[in-house]
Every structure is written in C-alpha cells, then in structure tokens.
C-alpha cells in the first residue's frame, strides 16, 4: 500500500514536467514572433526587444527553461510585464474567490447530480429519466456565460433575490460570502453536474443490471437502500473519477464566470493579462491550474481503496 | 386458438384453454421513419444542423445587411421592424451579424473536428503500432491533457494574432490528446483480437492491417468523437471571442457580439440573449447529433454515457 | 392448504420486436415442507417463474398476470411495502451466480445482517453475532473471521454458503433455489446440496429447486414440474416421472427418446439430446409447444394445443399421445 502511495506519487512527477516543459515551449511553437505579438501593434523595436529579454526569448532555449524549472521550484513563477509584480504574490491575492468558487461549485454540483443520476437510472425509460438526460445534453450545450447570464437577469435583477455580481470574502461571515456565490456556482456547476449525472446514470444502469441487486432486492430491501447503500457504493468508482477529471471543466470555466459576475479572481486576472498581453501571468496560472489538476485526480486515485475493497495496491 | 372448435376434435382428446395476451401486441418499426423514429435525437439534431449551415451559407440572401456597417446615429435599438434583433453600440444590426456569425462558429466548429480527428487518427495509430513511440507520446499526451483545454488555448492565443486560423490551431492542440488516446485504444483493443493476430501471423503488411481492420473498427467511435469536438470547440471559440482571445472583434462571430454586449447587458440584455441562443441551439443540435450516432453505431456504448 | 399455489401464472416481456412471453399458463403448488423441482432446458421459463414468485420481475418491461397464493394470499395483490416484508423473511431465494450475487464492497456479516436487523429488528451487534452463527450453521470456519471478509475473498462454494445463510437467516417458509448448485465444482455440488437437504430438515422449510440437472432432481426432490417454453408439460412424484415419464419432452430430457435409424447409421447412441431448439416465444404457437422437436408429432399436435390431463394418480401431462397406461400410442 505505502509502497503504491510512493509509486503513483512518483509517477506525476514526469507528468507534471512534461506539462512545465509543454507551458513553457509554447513560447517558441507558437507561430510568428510572440515578442512582437505580445508587445502589440504599437510598439516600437525597443519596446519588442526589451519584453523579449524578459521573457529570456534572446537566451538559448535549454539554458532558459533551466532556469525556469530552478525559479518554479522556489516559488518564483516570474513578473509580470505589466504589473513588475511577481506572479506569485499576484496569484496569491486572487486565489481565494476562485478557490471558494471552484469548491462551492463543487460541492453544489455533486449533491444535485449524484442523486439526479441515480433517480434517473432508477426510473430508466420514464419522463423523469428523459427530463435529466435532456438536462444533461442541454448542460453540455449552453456555454457558462449564457447560464451566468440568465441566472443573473432573473435571480438579481428581476427578482433582486442574489446579489449581481462581486464577491465577499470568507472573513466577512458565511452567508455574505455564500449569497455572492451563488449563482456563480449553478452558472459554472451546470456542465459539471451535466457530466456528473450522466455518468452516475450510465454506471447505475450498468450495476443495477448486477447480479447482488437482485439479492439485495429478494432479502426485501426497500428502494433507498438498494440504490444508495448497494448500488452507489458499487458506482462510486467511475463516478469519483468523472468528477476528478471534470474539475478540468469547472477550472476553464471558472476564467469565463469570474467576467461574468466581476469576482476578482484567478480568471480575472488570467482575462486581464489577456487583454494586456501578459504573458508571464498567463503562464503561471495555466501551470499552478495544471498541477492542481493532477495533484486532485491523485487524490482521487488514491481514494479509490476506500470505496472498493477489490482494490488493493 | 388451435385448429378448430372442441366440438370437431377426434374423441378423448382435449384442447388445452388457450392463454390471452396480457399485454398490447409491440408493432416492431421499420424503415427511415422507423430509424428516426427510434433515434428521434438524429432526426432533431440532424435537421437543426442542417438548418444552421442553410443560415450560414445562404446569410447574404436572408435580408441582412452588412454585418460590419456602422450607424452611430442608430445606436443599441430595441428589436423593431428596422433591426430584428436590435442594434449593438455601433449602431449595427444584430440580426445580420448573428447570421454571418454562424459561419465562424460552424467554421470553427467543422475545421477542429476535422483536423484534431485527423491528427488524433494518425497520432493514436502511431502510438498503437510502434511500442517505442507509444510511451513517450502517451506521456505527452498525458501532460497535455493535464492541462485544462480552455486554458491551453488561451495560453497559444495569448501568443498569437487573433484570428480565425489561430483559434482554430489553438482548439484543436487543446483537442488531440483525446482522440489520439481513443484511436490508441481502438488499435490496442483490435490487435489482442485473434483475426489480427492471424493477419499479422501469415504476413500481411502493417498498412493493409491498418486499412482492412483498424480503420473501420475506429470510424464509428471516432465519428461520435468528432461531434462531440465540434461542439465542445464552438463553446470555446465563443468563451475565447468573449473574453478576448478570440477572432478579432471585427469579424462577427457570436462571441464577439456577446463580448460587445457584456458592458451593456443589464439595461441592453437582447445584444446578448440572441447571439446566445444561436450558439446555444447550434451546440445543442450537434451534441444531440453526437449523441444519436453513439445509440446507432454503437449499441454496446449506448449504455455507458 | 397449499403453502404456495400458483395458477395459471403468466409473465410477459415487452421487447422492440414483440411480447416475449416467457412463462404463460403455469399452475402449480407447493406443500408446507416439501421439496418440488421446476426442470427444464435454459430458456424454458424456470427462472422467470421463479422470480415472479417474489415478484423480482422488472415491471415495466415484464409484466405478471394469474394467481400466487402464499398461505391463501394473493401475492399479486400485495402492495409493494407487503412484499417487501415477505421478501428474504417468509420467501428467501438463492440464486445460480454465487460469483456474482454477493455484493463486491459490503462484508459478508453485513450482507446476512442485513435481512435481521430488516426483517427482526435486531441491532447491528445482534445481527452480527446472528450471522456468525449462520456462518457456523452452513460449514464456514473460522465465521468470527469471515464475517468481516468481502466475497472477493471466499471461494465459490464459500460464497453460495454465505448466500443460503443469508437466505436461511430469518427461518423462511419457502426456500426458491435457482440452480444453485450449477456454477460449482461437482465435488462442491454435493456438499452444497446436502447442505440443503440437511438444513431443511432442521428449518423445515418448503424448497423449490429449479434446475436443468436431473441428477439433482433425483437426489432431493419429492415432485417434478417439466417446463418446455413457458408452459408446464408434466408434473409428476419423483419415481413415477423417472419411471415412467408421460410427455415426449421429459422422455427426451431422461435420453431416452427412441433412437430412430440409429441402428442404420451406426451412430452411438448419446446422451440426453433434443434435437431442435426451444422456439422464441414472441410467436404465439397454435399446437403443442413441442411439436417442431418431437419425434412422435402430427398433424393433431401442431394445430391443437394438448391440455394438462391426469395419466396417473399425480402424475399429469400435455400430450395427446402420452396414455394413462405409460407408452406412446403413436
């Protein structure tokens, strides 16, 4: 077990290299000369020249990229063109709405769509199997920023029930921070539990088709305990993957709902460095956003044992 | 039932009492209504596409006006008669850029399915077929796919001039390392087969190998894949266009009318509620698409997903 | 009283090309005690009955029409919340996939305690202690210790042990074993089976085995029902029907259908086999359901459908040719 631990911990360390090595080549596989295009149409050859040796784009590529891992590993992801701040502290002031964001989503999303499936295999073939399923393909279909907008148009201005857009902080009290998050998360939860349902519904078809259903349905068990106790905890796996890998979803989509209701997080500052051409900010979120993503489906890997006793490493 | 009444029956036999049906008799459907019918999300998705590449081809004839002409006299007008749906801040007509814009995002949409699946193909059958190759691209692929796709665009767009060729190259690297581990998986799963083993046993070449057994074997699946692309990268040309890092804001694609709406969407909703619902039905449609192909090529698939 | 009586019991599929009917016009009963066989070819309709029985059937697509009387109730009748509290209490089943019919992620203790703590409201220390005295009682040692194992960790014979103590748990009137003893080793077979036999006589429960195996039959049954696509074609006490069995069908499955030309061909006479197939029952068949494979059928048999007559005392049979005397008048 210890043993497996260290190995899968072991494995993501390539993983995570060849993301760095990947973030930071893009610079020189991008088509055309990235200093000229993030320096903009107005600059002068100065100007060009100066972003392209801070960018270290004058410096061979293996010596620069060197030398970028070292920084990465202390901490240092670089300065921003724009700002001369480094990113690190940059990103540190905005991590916390995006990280309230993201695990409030989470949470929301998991407990609609795990029991939306489950109903939904349950009463395969029905109009309540048909309605979820719609949901699904519609949750897949209407982009983030349509959801936002809507939900905000009739839940704030309409009916004035949530608040716009902005975002309080935790230590302001729960409910304040909590009122601002609100629709923010359906908004950005809505692919989420779009994915989350349908594969909770796939797997719960596929395990209620099982052998020990019937067991568990001749001993006299009534339906709750049939789908949540012997069905789920059998489904848990694929379903806990599914949403491991759709953090992939709630990470992208998270730069498109903070424009949405103005909260200052790392997708406003991801936006804003868009539009300022900031390629160093741009590079340090895409690779911290990256290493959270593998870090979580390690966890999850790893989380696996305690679902499934078959499992043993 | 049987072959007469009891009454003509030979003596000392006797007829068992025939059951009856406890339920109504199932009329098996047939044909292209029949296939329809049971696959009515084809039928739905199919025609919706359909529909929008019409719109998109034929925008010029379907009263519009010049999608890029400006009124600043005209300015953010309601929907009326003289603008459908509204004028955007530039005294535009909303109407005919969301009907122009139907060419970017199918454009989008259609190019990326086609090249990501095209590089995925020969990427996944590479990998499946050269031992040493497959660990260093599938680690690759491994660490592309670490990387959540919307923030792999941004980051290409970031560092290139917008434009509707870039956003394409930028979804699709964001897109191959899903179908090259799909098409691996395909060839991997295919070789431990026994017709292959044999084909490769009595010396058949690796590209007819290729051509008579791996091929067909992925086109179903990668198809369904390929619908699924094309959705997924008209979403994130609109997010990309809305959050500008798209095509360039003089082109009219629906993102870009939305981003040009943003500013103004809680007095003016309408410059974003119609490029929004084009974007949203065109997903919608080919999504449904993706999904009926998957019930139809795939019935084992069907139940998983 | 009959402790179980089932009448003219039909249960019918809907499926894209047709009912399926799998089971349709079967009566039969069983008596407070009393072992009765259900046998057959897969696809007959055994394991539908079987499942109707306890209302398993997924409605929709199945549906259950006619009569199952359990001690005078029509359990067709039962809401489903009475079902529910007869399921694994007064009814228990065991089934045929001893591999597959335990649950992967529960413990074994959990999965026998389970119908206590349901069924006699025991609590979760009681059930427990319950279900290692279960584990003693069907032959697993060391039961403290297996209790707390998952089914990924026993045998298969191991595992069908655990399923007939939790079948057994709440001293059920009824034990409907489908094949039980079918997906394990032959030396295994036995054991199980004389667990059974051995159990019944200490619980004095009624058995219905359902099985194809005719070797089975002989060792535990006391009466036979012979079904052939969805209908019972013979029923008879154990002797009389290995003795002497009435319909063309059971003679077939004895092998002892007359090897007509054999002799010519010098074929080696083989082992119980029935040439043909078992039809599809989406087809309504307006004769004898075994016309198209048998050897004796005419002309009478494929246009009228022969009814269940007595040939002997108990022993009943759908064959216009099958006399009471014995042999096949044809």
């Given at each position: 077990?210890?043993?497996?631990?260290?190995?899968?911990?072991?494995?993501?360390?390539?993983?995570?290299?060849?993301?760095?090595?990947?973030?930071?080549?893009?610079?020189?596989?991008?088509?055309?000369?990235?200093?000229?295009?993030?320096?903009?149409?107005?600059?002068?050859?100065?100007?060009?020249?100066?972003?392209?040796?801070?960018?270290?784009?004058?410096?061979?590529?293996?010596?620069?990229?060197?030398?970028?891992?070292?920084?990465?590993?202390?901490?240092?992801?670089?300065?921003?063109?724009?700002?001369?701040?480094?990113?690190?502290?940059?990103?540190?002031?905005?991590?916390?709405?995006?990280?309230?964001?993201?695990?409030?989503?989470?949470?929301?999303?998991?407990?609609?769509?795990?029991?939306?499936?489950?109903?939904?295999?349950?009463?395969?073939?029905?109009?309540?199997?048909?309605?979820?399923?719609?949901?699904?393909?519609?949750?897949?279909?209407?982009?983030?920023?349509?959801?936002?907008?809507?939900?905000?148009?009739?839940?704030?201005?309409?009916?004035?029930?949530?608040?716009?857009?902005?975002?309080?902080?935790?230590?302001?009290?729960?409910?304040?921070?909590?009122?601002?998050?609100?629709?923010?998360?359906?908004?950005?939860?809505?692919?989420?539990?779009?994915?989350?349902?349908?594969?909770?519904?796939?797997?719960?078809?596929?395990?209620?088709?099982?052998?020990?259903?019937?067991?568990?349905?001749?001993?006299?068990?009534?339906?709750?305990?049939?789908?949540?106790?012997?069905?789920?905890?059998?489904?848990?796996?694929?379903?806990?993957?599914?949403?491991?890998?759709?953090?992939?979803?709630?990470?992208?989509?998270?730069?498109?709902?903070?424009?949405?209701?103005?909260?200052?997080?790392?997708?406003?500052?991801?936006?804003?460095?868009?539009?300022?051409?900031?390629?160093?900010?741009?590079?340090?979120?895409?690779?911290?956003?990256?290493?959270?993503?593998?870090?979580?489906?390690?966890?999850?890997?790893?989380?696996?044992?305690?679902?499934?006793?078959?499992?043993?490493? | 039932m049987g072959g007469g009444s009891a009454a003509s029956l030979p003596p000392g036999v006797n007829a068992a009492?025939p059951?009856?049906?406890?339920?109504?008799?199932?009329?098996?459907?047939?044909?292209?209504?029949?296939?329809?019918?049971?696959?009515?999300?084809?039928?739905?998705?199919?025609?919706?596409?359909?529909?929008?590449?019409?719109?998109?081809?034929?925008?010029?004839?379907?009263?519009?006006?010049?999608?890029?002409?400006?009124?600043?006299?005209?300015?953010?007008?309601?929907?009326?008669?003289?603008?459908?749906?509204?004028?955007?801040?530039?005294?535009?007509?909303?109407?005919?850029?969301?009907?122009?814009?139907?060419?970017?995002?199918?454009?989008?949409?259609?190019?990326?399915?086609?090249?990501?699946?095209?590089?995925?193909?020969?990427?996944?059958?590479?990998?499946?077929?050269?031992?040493?190759?497959?660990?260093?691209?599938?680690?690759?692929?491994?660490?592309?796919?670490?990387?959540?796709?919307?923030?792999?665009?941004?980051?290409?767009?970031?560092?290139?001039?917008?434009?509707?060729?870039?956003?394409?190259?930028?979804?699709?690297?964001?897109?191959?390392?899903?179908?090259?581990?799909?098409?691996?998986?395909?060839?991997?799963?295919?070789?431990?087969?026994?017709?292959?083993?044999?084909?490769?046993?009595?010396?058949?070449?690796?590209?007819?190998?290729?051509?008579?057994?791996?091929?067909?074997?992925?086109?179903?699946?990668?198809?369904?894949?390929?619908?699924?692309?094309?959705?997924?990268?008209?979403?994130?040309?609109?997010?990309?266009?809305?959050?500008?890092?798209?095509?360039?804001?003089?082109?009219?694609?629906?993102?870009?009318?939305?981003?040009?709406?943003?500013?103004?969407?809680?007095?003016?909703?309408?410059?974003?509620?119609?490029?929004?619902?084009?974007?949203?039905?065109?997903?919608?449609?080919?999504?449904?698409?993706?999904?009926?192909?998957?019930?139809?090529?795939?019935?084992?698939?069907?139940?998983?997903? | 009283?009959?402790?179980?009586?089932?009448?003219?019991?039909?249960?019918?599929?809907?499926?894209?090309?047709?009912?399926?009917?799998?089971?349709?016009?079967?009566?039969?009963?069983?008596?407070?005690?009393?072992?009765?066989?259900?046998?057959?070819?897969?696809?007959?309709?055994?394991?539908?009955?079987?499942?109707?029985?306890?209302?398993?059937?997924?409605?929709?697509?199945?549906?259950?029409?006619?009569?199952?009387?359990?001690?005078?109730?029509?359990?067709?009748?039962?809401?489903?919340?009475?079902?529910?509290?007869?399921?694994?209490?007064?009814?228990?089943?065991?089934?045929?996939?001893?591999?597959?019919?335990?649950?992967?992620?529960?413990?074994?203790?959990?999965?026998?305690?389970?119908?206590?703590?349901?069924?006699?409201?025991?609590?979760?220390?009681?059930?427990?202690?319950?279900?290692?005295?279960?584990?003693?009682?069907?032959?697993?040692?060391?039961?403290?210790?297996?209790?707390?194992?998952?089914?990924?960790?026993?045998?298969?014979?191991?595992?069908?042990?655990?399923?007939?103590?939790?079948?057994?748990?709440?001293?059920?009137?009824?034990?409907?074993?489908?094949?039980?003893?079918?997906?394990?080793?032959?030396?295994?077979?036995?054991?199980?089976?004389?667990?059974?036999?051995?159990?019944?006589?200490?619980?004095?429960?009624?058995?219905?085995?359902?099985?194809?195996?005719?070797?089975?039959?002989?060792?535990?049954?006391?009466?036979?029902?012979?079904?052939y696509a969805?209908k019972?074609v013979?029923?008879?006490?154990?002797?009389?029907?290995?003795?002497?069995?009435?319909h063309p069908y059971?003679?077939?499955?004895?092998?002892?259908v007359?090897?007509l030309?054999?002799?010519?061909?010098?074929?080696?006479?083989?082992?119980?086999?029935?040439p043909g197939?078992?039809p599809?029952?989406?087809q309504k068949i307006p004769g004898c359901v075994f016309a198209s494979r048998c050897p004796h059928a005419t002309e009478l048999c494929t246009a009228v459908a022969p009814a269940?007559e007595?040939?002997?005392?108990?022993?009943?049979a759908a064959c216009h040719y099958a006399l009471?005397?014995?042999?096949l008048a044809a």
């Amino acid at each position: 077990m210890f043993a497996y631990v260290v190995r899968r911990v072991l494995a993501t360390i390539p993983v995570m290299a060849i993301v760095a090595l990947f973030v930071f080549s893009l610079l020189y596989i991008a088509p055309g000369d990235p200093a000229a295009v993030i320096a903009g149409d107005q600059a002068t050859p100065d100007d060009v020249e100066r972003i392209r040796a801070s960018l270290g784009l004058d410096r061979p590529y293996l010596v620069r990229f060197g030398a970028w891992v070292w920084d990465i590993m202390r901490g240092d992801l670089g300065v921003s063109i724009f700002t001369n701040l480094p990113v690190s502290t940059m990103i540190r002031q905005r991590i916390e709405p995006t990280l309230s964001l993201m695990v409030v989503t989470l949470i929301l999303a998991v407990s609609i769509a795990v029991p939306m499936g489950v109903v939904a295999a349950w009463r395969q073939g029905t109009w309540i199997d048909r309605a979820v399923m719609a949901f699904a393909v519609l949750g897949f279909s209407v982009p983030v920023f349509v959801v936002g907008y809507v939900l905000a148009y009739f839940f704030a201005l309409e009916w004035d029930l949530l608040p716009v857009q902005g975002y309080t902080p935790f230590a302001r009290g729960f409910w304040p921070w909590l009122e601002n998050l609100i629709l923010p998360a359906i908004a950005l939860g809505s692919v989420y539990i779009a994915l989350i349902a349908r594969i909770t519904r796939a797997t719960m078809l596929e395990v209620l088709q099982q052998d020990y259903i019937r067991t568990a349905r001749a001993k006299g068990l009534n339906q709750g305990g049939i789908l949540f106790l012997h069905a789920l905890k059998n489904a848990a796996v694929p379903i806990i993957t599914v949403i491991g890998i759709g953090i992939a979803l709630l990470i992208g989509g998270a730069v498109v709902t903070e424009s949405v209701f103005a909260i200052p997080g790392l997708g406003r500052l991801t936006v804003d460095a868009i539009l300022r051409r900031d390629y160093p900010v741009i590079q340090g979120v895409v690779l911290l956003f990256s290493f959270v993503y593998v870090l979580v489906n390690l966890a999850i890997d790893l989380a696996y044992t305690l679902f499934d006793p078959r499992i043993r490493y | 039932m049987g072959g007469g009444s009891a009454a003509s029956l030979p003596p000392g036999v006797n007829a068992a009492v025939p059951m009856q049906d406890i339920m109504p008799p199932v009329k098996p459907k047939k044909g292209v209504i029949g296939f329809l019918r049971r696959n009515p999300t084809i039928a739905i998705g199919g025609f919706l596409v359909l529909l929008m590449v019409c719109i998109a081809i034929f925008a010029p004839f379907l009263f519009t006006k010049d999608p890029t002409a400006l009124a600043p006299a005209l300015r953010t007008r309601e929907p009326s008669a003289r603008f459908w749906f509204g004028s955007d801040m530039l005294g535009r007509d909303i109407y005919s850029r969301v009907l122009y814009g139907a060419r970017v995002s199918l454009t989008v949409g259609f190019a990326v399915a086609i090249c990501a699946s095209a590089i995925g193909l020969f990427i996944g059958l590479v990998s499946g077929f050269i031992r040493v190759a497959d660990s260093i691209i599938m680690r690759i692929m491994d660490g592309m796919m670490s990387i959540p796709s919307i923030l792999l665009a941004i980051a290409l767009m970031a560092l290139t001039r917008g434009s509707v060729g870039n956003v394409v190259l930028a979804i699709t690297v964001a897109e191959i390392p899903r179908v090259s581990r799909l098409v691996r998986g395909v060839v991997l799963s295919l070789r431990e087969q026994p017709y292959v083993d044999a084909a490769v046993a009595s010396g058949t070449r690796t590209p007819m190998i290729i051509i008579r057994h791996i091929l067909p074997n992925t086109l179903a699946p990668l198809t369904v894949q390929a619908t699924y692309i094309c959705a997924s990268a008209m979403i994130t040309e609109a997010i990309l266009s809305f959050i500008g890092a798209g095509t360039p804001p003089i082109i009219p694609s629906w993102g870009n009318i939305m981003a040009e709406g943003r500013a103004l969407w809680q007095v003016k909703p309408y410059i974003v509620f119609f490029p929004a619902i084009f974007l949203s039905i065109t997903v919608l449609a080919v999504n449904l698409l993706g999904d009926g192909l998957r019930d139809a090529l795939d019935p084992r698939m069907a139940k998983r997903l | 009283m009959a402790l179980l009586e089932i009448e003219a019991l039909q249960t019918h599929f809907r499926t894209p090309d047709g009912i399926n009917r799998a089971v349709d016009g079967v009566s039969f009963h069983v008596n407070a005690g009393e072992t009765l066989a259900i046998v057959g070819e897969s696809g007959c309709g055994k394991s539908v009955t079987a499942m109707s029985i306890l209302r398993l059937i997924p409605e929709p697509p199945g549906k259950i029409a006619g009569a199952i009387r359990f001690n005078g109730r029509n359990l067709l009748e039962a809401s489903d919340k009475e079902m529910r509290a007869i399921r694994g209490n007064e009814i228990s089943m065991i089934f045929q996939e001893p591999m597959t019919s335990l649950n992967p992620v529960l413990t074994v203790g959990r999965q026998i305690g389970e119908t206590l703590r349901l069924h006699q409201g025991l609590s979760a220390q009681a059930a427990e202690d319950r279900a290692v005295e279960m584990l003693n009682l069907v032959g697993i040692p060391e039961a403290k210790r297996r209790v707390r194992e998952y089914p990924h960790q026993l045998s298969g014979g191991m595992r069908q042990r655990v399923m007939i103590a939790i079948a057994l748990a709440c001293n059920p009137k009824l034990l409907i074993a489908d094949e039980p003893t079918t997906a394990l080793d032959v030396t295994i077979q036995a054991q199980i089976l004389d667990l059974m036999r051995d159990l019944k006589h200490r619980v004095g429960a009624a058995i219905v085995l359902i099985t194809h195996d005719l070797g089975v039959v002989a060792e535990v049954a006391e009466r036979v029902v012979v079904m052939y696509a969805g209908k019972k074609v013979e029923e008879a006490p154990v002797h009389a029907l290995f003795n002497s069995p009435r319909h063309p069908y059971t003679q077939g499955l004895l092998g002892s259908v007359p090897k007509l030309g054999s002799s010519l061909t010098g074929e080696a006479t083989r082992l119980a086999e029935i040439p043909g197939l078992v039809p599809s029952l989406k087809q309504k068949i307006p004769g004898c359901v075994f016309a198209s494979r048998c050897p004796h059928a005419t002309e009478l048999c494929t246009a009228v459908a022969p009814a269940l007559e007595e040939k002997a005392l108990g022993h009943v049979a759908a064959c216009h040719y099958a006399l009471r005397e014995g042999a096949l008048a044809a």
